[in-house]
């Protein structure tokens, strides 16, 4: 959807339960009543998730149309061979990583910044977590309108406060190829920043203070508390938020959708707008649905990444 | 356990009560929107909802429109309903039809209308239909009329045509001696005639004597490109067969296009510049004439002190010709009671009979009785330049194709790269055969 991360179970310090063999005698009594309450999720996760998925790899071998019954001629590979083959795809993919590389690092230096400075306040606290984290409860229509107000042509914030200073305004932040997706990105960063720091405030907030006491009594600086104590500490909150931030990055629709259209020109179409384009526009549900396939084949890939990452920082830690 | 089970069913007793009530309370009221929603009922019978696309001076000229049928026909009895131009609102129009929602009535480009028409997004409108609210096919342009028959069944009621036309500067005109003595443009016909009047506006203004927008801008390069190639003799459509050939004259291709690009070299016509730079070298005299659709009227008359005229675009090879479009009205498929279908007639007809009104932005009438109205024939400059719609060239059909569309912007864009000379003729033509490469290879999904 957009570039909030979904919450992750692995957030929470919940030591894991080892599953050895067959369920306990507790559990096997507690599972139909499991099943039912989880029933009204599990079947909206079928008919919306699942379900869609399923019907989305079949359509991808098809020549479906958007506005006909039934799935339309057979066409084996062709859908994923045209998609291949299309340079607007390479571009759609290359603007989708390229969104992606603008706008992780700086949502986890930031964020993990503004969280150790937040941290370090004795009084106050409160008013900094809820002006990071305010922007995150905006919907992307807002955070869309705000942004292109401040990047408007001549009226806008960013052009008046250039004038004040003296500087001509451009043709705005938006309207050139080659700043359109820096625009964007920063957008996104001051919109979905405060998720990640209340990650990394939880995070620091778990940390034993003996730790940092007795690195004081050593006598080391506040730089090198940090340095030794506060970032490794933080290990396993930084690959998730990382990993996090890179699967809603590539899922990034939004805020293009909303702020440029993929413009100027096709300088910021992403894949998941090539995907509408083609499903909604050209009525190629079959094309759209295989586009959609190699996107969800490298979220997978990423997925699987991290997931290795994960276990071999577990096995690390053992 | 046996307070838990109990007040557990309790609980649960008194959920399912409420539950019923409310179902029952929202059931009961038909008209509550949750009902509507739920049982795809109209929410109203009454209302008419009417999709449309018209934003600035259109969009005024629409409402006021729109305005005169809800006063006619009471409170409730019209939802208005403006959406983003181009693929978007197509996009829009086909989900939710296909989706069983759409509107009563919609506003179409012609152009647009077939590929719906294709996809089963339409109803063929009858003669009945149209007899139901006294309306019959002599009642429109026949250019028009003819361009929406469709495997011969109406799809579309034209409102209007809008071709491409030239604005002139009177002030640069006037000194560049190209003003008759009735005040109007002498005519540029033939391209002797247009170039050494390109000239004389050149030698006024010290630079460009004609404009045509194409930074950030493919439909105009578009409009300019198709009206001179359509008035070349003998040329072949653009692409053919619903889109899956591409059988444009390369030889016209590349005349059209150098000579263009010769205009562009000796500072006649612009290398680069947007939708609104375009308008504002003509609008300030810093040009002589500009090609656009003839709806910039409203824009030009907007601007304090400038005198102008709109003319059709100078025929300057074998025969008159202008691309344009229509707006059309057209029936989404639905399931329609006759009454429903004679109201969607009656808003169709009513909103013809304002023609008048809707002309004021620069549409050509499609309606007969209109155009023909001495009243029509009085407004200035739009006479002027009516006759146009009786030689517009619509854009060939294809499933990708029209107003707005993928082939527009995808032609366009290698069209307006090489009027900045940033491309030969013959690369432009490569790039286009390139990029339309997958859409004329695949079978049309409608």
């Not at chain 1, 960013?158 to 997706?181: C, E, F, K, R």
């Not at chain 2, 063929?124 to 028959?149: C, H, Y």
């Not at chain 2, 009085?378 to 006479?383: K, M, T």
């Not at chain 2, 006759?387 to 060939?396: E, L, M």
Request: glycine fraction near 8%; proline fraction near 6%.
């Amino acid at each position: 959807m957009t570039a909030i991360p979904a919450v992750d179970r692995s957030v929470a310090t919940v030591p894991k339960r080892s599953f050895t063999g067959g369920l306990s005698p507790v559990n096997r009594h507690d599972s139909r009543g499991a099943w039912l309450f989880l029933a009204p999720f599990g079947i909206f996760y079928l008919a919306f998730l699942l379900g869609p998925t399923i019907w989305m790899l079949i359509t991808s071998f098809f020549n479906t149309s958007t506005v006909r019954p039934g799935l339309g001629s057979f066409a084996g590979f062709a859908n994923y061979a045209e998609m291949l083959g299309r340079a607007d795809f390479w571009s759609a993919l290359w603007h989708t990583i390229q969104f992606t590389l603008y706008t992780t690092p700086p949502l986890v230096i930031l964020a993990f910044i503004f969280a150790v400075l937040t941290n370090r306040l004795g009084r106050g606290q409160w008013y900094f977590r809820l002006a990071f984290f305010l922007p995150f409860i905006l919907p992307s229509a807002t955070i869309s309108l705000i942004w292109v107000f401040i990047f408007t042509p001549a009226t806008g914030l960013w052009a008046s406060v250039q004038s004040a200073l003296g500087i001509t305004p451009g043709a705005g932040v938006l309207a050139d190829p080659n700043t359109a997706m820096i625009g964007i990105a920063i957008a996104t960063v001051w919109w979905t920043l405060g998720f990640n720091f209340v990650l990394y405030l939880a995070g620091l907030q778990e940390i034993p203070r003996e730790l940092y006491e007795a690195a004081a009594v050593d006598g080391a600086s506040n730089w090198a508390q940090i340095r030794y104590i506060t970032i490794p500490m933080l290990g396993r909150t930084t690959t998730l938020v990382i990993l996090l931030q890179i699967i809603a990055s590539l899922k990034i629709f939004d805020q293009v959708y909303l702020m440029t259209n993929g413009g100027p020109g096709i300088s910021t179409q992403v894949l998941l707008m090539l995907v509408t384009n083609t499903g909604f526009t050209d009525n190629r549900i079959g094309a759209a649905s295989a586009a959609s396939f190699l996107l969800f084949i490298l979220i997978v890939v990423i997925a699987i990444i991290r997931q290795l990452f994960d276990r071999s920082a577990a096995r690390r830690e053992a | 356990m046996a307070m838990h089970t109990r007040s557990g069913l309790t609980r649960r007793s008194f959920l399912a009560a409420g539950l019923a009530t409310a179902g029952t309370v929202a059931l009961a009221g038909c008209t509550s929107p949750l009902a509507a929603g739920l049982l795809g009922v109209p929410l109203n019978p009454q209302l008419l909802i009417f999709w449309n696309l018209f934003g600035g001076g259109d969009g005024s000229r629409m409402q006021t429109m729109e305005a005169t049928y809800a006063k006619a026909h009471g409170p409730g009895s019209l939802q208005a309903t403006v959406f983003a131009w181009g693929n978007p609102y197509y996009s829009k129009l086909t989900l939710a039809t296909v989706g069983n929602k759409p509107p009563d009535v919609a506003i179409s480009h012609l152009t647009r209308a077939k590929p719906l028409y294709d996809g089963d997004i339409l109803e063929p409108i009858t003669e009945a239909d149209l007899a139901s609210v006294g309306l019959s096919a002599s009642d429109f342009n026949p250019k028009s009329w003819a361009a929406q028959r469709t495997a011969g069944n109406n799809i579309a009621i034209p409102l209007d045509t809008h071709p491409l036309v030239m604005f002139f500067n009177q002030d640069v005109c006037k000194k560049a001696g190209l003003i008759g003595s009735d005040g109007k443009l002498k005519p540029l016909h033939g391209m002797d005639a247009f170039e050494s009047a390109l000239a004389a506006v050149s030698k006024v203004t010290g630079g460009t004597a004609i404009t045509s927008a194409n930074v950030s801008e493919t439909a105009t390069p578009w409009r300019v490109f198709t009206t001179l190639y359509h008035q070349i003799n003998g040329v072949t459509p653009f692409i053919s067969d619903n889109g899956s050939k591409l059988t444009v004259d390369e030889d016209a291709f590349n005349t059209v296009v150098s000579r263009m690009q010769s205009w562009v070299k000796k500072g006649w016509l612009n290398n680069g510049l947007d939708y609104a730079g375009a308008q504002t070298q003509m609008f300030t005299g810093k040009a002589g004439f500009y090609l656009e659709g003839e709806w910039e009227i409203t824009t030009a008359q907007s601007i304090k002190g400038l005198k102008f005229g709109m003319v059709p675009v100078p025929t300057l090879y074998d025969k008159p010709a202008a691309q344009a479009d229509s707006h059309t009205f057209v029936l989404p498929r639905k399931d329609r009671t006759p009454e429903q279908r004679k109201q969607a007639m009656g808003f169709i007809k009513a909103m013809l009979d304002q023609s008048l009104t809707w002309a004021k932005g620069g549409h050509i009438p499609a309606y007969l009785p209109t155009l023909n109205s001495s009243a029509y024939k009085a407004l200035e400059p739009q006479a002027d330049y009516a006759g146009a719609a009786k030689y517009a060239v619509y854009d060939a059909p294809a499933w990708y194709g029209g107003s707005g569309s993928t082939f527009e912007n995808t032609v366009g864009a290698q069209l307006a790269l090489a009027q900045q000379r940033a491309i030969t003729p013959q690369g432009a033509l490569k790039a286009i055969k390139d990029q339309l490469q997958v859409y004329l290879n695949t079978p049309s999904p409608l």
